[in-house]
């Protein structure tokens, strides 16, 4: 069982940055590769970025690629999200995931899941 907390959300203006977190609990967060979606209101969940579980290969969205960059620390249990140059439809609830030893962009590659944070960006 993996109980997963995120952090860091919140308002910005277009082009500033953020930080997102995601404290994980259990001994097999080494384990597992970790994930970040986002859902916009009125739309589906979709891929932000992942990271495998040793953190050397990491998986991001077109939409993103350049601007978000997935890490991890396996010693805090905790991936992070770094965003920059936040633009307008970066606007959403962003959650962490964990999975399992494999990169997945599916919302299916993973079994626990967040409560999610907001982020909202205006122009």
């Known amino acids: 069982q993996v109980q997963l907390v995120e952090s860091g959300g919140g308002v910005v203006q277009a082009g500033d940055s953020l930080r997102l977190s995601c404290a994980a609990s259990?001994?097999?967060?080494?384990?597992?590769?970790m994930g970040w979606f986002r859902q916009a209101p009125g739309k589906e969940r979709e891929f932000v970025g992942s990271?495998?579980?040793?953190?050397?290969?990491?998986l991001h969205a077109d939409s993103v690629k350049g601007r978000f960059t997935i890490l991890r620390d396996n010693a805090k249990n905790t991936v992070y999200l770094q965003m920059n140059s936040l633009k307008p439809e970066d606007t959403a609830v962003y959650f962490c995931?964990?999975?399992?030893?494999?990169?997945?962009?599916?919302?299916?590659?993973?079994?626990?899941w967040g409560q999610g944070t907001q982020v909202t960006v205006s122009s």
């Open positions: 990271i495998i579980r040793g953190g050397s290969t990491t």
């Open positions: 259990g001994r097999t967060f080494s384990n597992r590769a």
């Open positions: 995931a964990a999975g399992q030893t494999y990169l997945g962009d599916r919302v299916s590659d993973y079994a626990y």
